[in-house]
C-alpha cells in the first residue's frame, strides 16, 4: 500500500512551472524585525530584573523621564528612581515572584514604537494567613523610543484582567518594620494588595 505525505495522490510531474528562486531581503522588513525582536527583548529584561531584584538593570529598560502606572496601585510614578521605588517596595519583601510575558503585538514608526503583551506575575510570601501565593493576571501597554543605547520604554500601563490567591501577599506596610513579615495586614497599610508591576 502506498506511504507517506501523498499517499493516493497524483503523481507529482515535472510539467508546471519552475518555483522562482526567491528574492533578496527586503531591507525594511529585515529592520523591523530586528526592531520587534529587540523590543521583545527588553520585556523579557524587564522580568527578569524584577525577579532578579536587580534595580540598575531595571533602570536600563526605562527612559530617565519615564511614567508607570501599576494595576491598582494608586498613582503615576513619574521618573526612573519612582518607578524603582515603588517595584523595590512591593517585591523586596517577597520570598519569590516569576514574571511570565507573552503574546507581543508591536507597532514601530521610526524612532518610537506601541505595544501590548499579556503578562502573568506570581509573588510568594511565606508565613501569611491566608495563604503564601498571590497572581496577578493582565496586560503591559507600553510606550518606547529608540536611544543611542536601544529601544527604552517611556511609559508603561498595567491592566490587570484577573488576580487569584491573596492580596496580603502584595500588601505594603505604611511604615518599614512597623509589622512583622507574615503579620496580618489591615486594610489602611495596604498600598499594593492587588497591583504587580
Known sequence: ?????????????????????????????????????????????????????????????????????FGRVPGQHEGIAAIQRVCRRSLEPLDASQHLVANHLIDISGDAASSRCYVRAQHTRHGLEGGKNFIVAGTYEDEWKRTPEGWRITSRNLVVTWTEGNPAVLARHAEEGSVAPGAPTGAGETEAGEGAR
Open 1 to 69: 500500500m502506498p506511504s507517506g505525505p501523498l499517499a493516493g495522490s497524483a503523481p507529482v510531474g515535472g510539467d508546471g512551472p519552475p518555483t522562482p528562486a526567491p528574492g533578496p531581503p527586503d531591507p525594511a522588513e529585515l529592520a523591523r524585525l530586528v526592531d520587534e525582536r529587540a523590543i521583545v527583548e527588553v520585556t523579557h529584561r524587564y522580568c527578569a530584573a524584577l525577579d532578579g531584584r536587580d534595580w540598575a538593570e531595571l533602570a536600563r529598560c526605562f527612559t530617565p523621564d519615564a511614567v508607570a502606572v
